[in-house]
T-cell receptor
Framework: NAGVMQNPRHLVRRRGQEARLRCSPM?????VYWYRQLPEEGLKFMVYLQKENIIDESGMPKERFSAEFPKEGPSILRIQQVVRGDSAAYFCASSPLAGYEQYFGPGTRLTVT | GIQVEQSPPDLILQEGANSTLRCNFSDSVNNLQWFHQNPWGQLINLFYIPSGTKQNGRLSATTVATERYSLLYISSSQTTDSGVYFCAVLNSNSGYALNFGKGTSLLVTP
């Protein structure tokens, strides 16, 4: 059973470009969570989605960030007009049910130049 | 929100030594997980342990939910144990978001 998959593993963007991060949950998991780890900081929750629904986006910056989890395909975290402060590791996690153990992907390391 | 404190913040061990990492939390929890972030940045699930005791090889964990703490034991440490160990908790007030501690950074020397 494959684990949580994220791609790309490394992404470099110039200021003002868009970044798209993809996450495929573990087989049988329909709950997806995105977390961000800024340099020298711990992991912070961003958004929680189920298929086609955003359940909790309380940790998501109000501007430039959006997330989706369509009926078919991976979950996407989209960052528009990236700035240097967006440089971080973005982790996706999935669980079989809400509140159960969350399994993390390898992360996408975004660098904004 | 719920506060999660980990101690010690840093730890240096010689290979073969044992260690105990602690996680204190400020409220009742529905979910507690321990993770190891290896030097390549990957987060490895160690334990899902909202209460009780579990063991997996040289690692074991105990959560005393009524006293709001969890312990992670590493025995006969190896250099591959180096990295950062995170405790993360979830309770009804935090929705379904895991709240992470700041971690314990462990270095095991040969």
């Amino acid at each position: 059973n494959a684990g949580v998959m994220q791609n790309p593993r490394h992404l470099v963007r110039r200021r003002g470009q868009e970044a798209r991060l993809r996450c495929s949950p573990m087989k049988g998991h329909s709950h997806v969570y995105w977390y961000r780890q800024l340099p020298e900081e711990g992991l912070k929750f961003m958004v929680y989605l189920q298929k086609e629904n955003i359940i909790d986006e309380s940790g998501m910056p109000k501007e430039r960030f959006s997330a989706e989890f369509p009926k078919e395909g991976p979950s996407i975290l989209r960052i528009q007009q990236v700035v240097r402060g967006d440089s971080a590791a973005y982790f996706c996690a999935s669980s079989p049910l809400a509140g159960y153990e969350q399994y993390f992907g390898p992360g996408t390391r975004l660098t904004v130049t | 929100g719920i506060q999660v404190e980990q101690s010690p913040p840093d730890l240096i061990l010689q290979e073969g030594a044992n260690s105990t990492l602690r996680c204190n939390f400020s409220d009742s929890v529905n979910n507690l997980q321990w993770f190891h972030q290896n030097p390549w940045g990957q987060l490895i699930n160690l334990f899902y342990i909202p209460s009780g005791t579990k063991q997996n090889g040289r690692l074991s964990a105990t959560t005393v939910a009524t006293e709001r703490y969890s312990l992670l034991y590493i025995s006969s440490s190896q250099t591959t144990d180096s990295g950062v160990y995170f405790c993360a908790v979830l309770n009804s007030n935090s929705g379904y978001a895991l709240n992470f501690g700041k971690g314990t950074s462990l270095l095991v020397t040969p």
